[in-house]
């Protein structure tokens, strides 16, 4: 069992900068691939950015460049660097974990974090 814990949501002007947190708590988390979500008003929940248990990265094209994925094993932890936010990134964000060889068995979401960017 791992829980999921997000931090550092809030609100930001466009152009600004959020870095979110996911706190893990069980052992092994290491041996999970992870990532982050985000759903907005009205619309279904999309990918933002993946990270496996060996680092390798991927990202949405409308966060390439902006955001960074990244994460501290050590710590049970995984971050979201967001930069040069838009109004379009408001949404609630999630973190997702799941088990790197049985992910449809090992698969948990935390319980999401609001960022608004907004003037």
């Known amino acids: 069992q791992v829980q999921l814990v997000e931090s550092g949501g809030g609100l930001v002007q466009p152009g600004g900068s959020l870095r979110l947190s996911c706190a893990a708590s069980?052992?092994?988390?290491?041996?999970?691939?992870a990532g982050w979500y985000r759903q907005a008003p009205g619309k279904q929940r999309e990918l933002v950015a993946t990270?496996?248990?060996?680092?390798?990265?991927n990202y949405a094209d409308s966060v390439k460049g902006r955001f960074t994925i990244s994460r501290d094993n050590a710590k049970n932890t995984v971050y979201l660097q967001m930069n040069s936010l838009k109004p379009e990134d408001t949404a609630v964000y999630y973190c997702n974990a799941r088990h790197s060889l049985q992910p449809g068995r090992y698969n948990y979401w935390g319980q999401g974090t609001q960022v608004t960017v907004s003037s």
């Open positions: 069980g052992s092994s988390f290491s041996i999970y691939d």
């Open positions: 990270i496996t248990s060996r680092g390798r990265t």
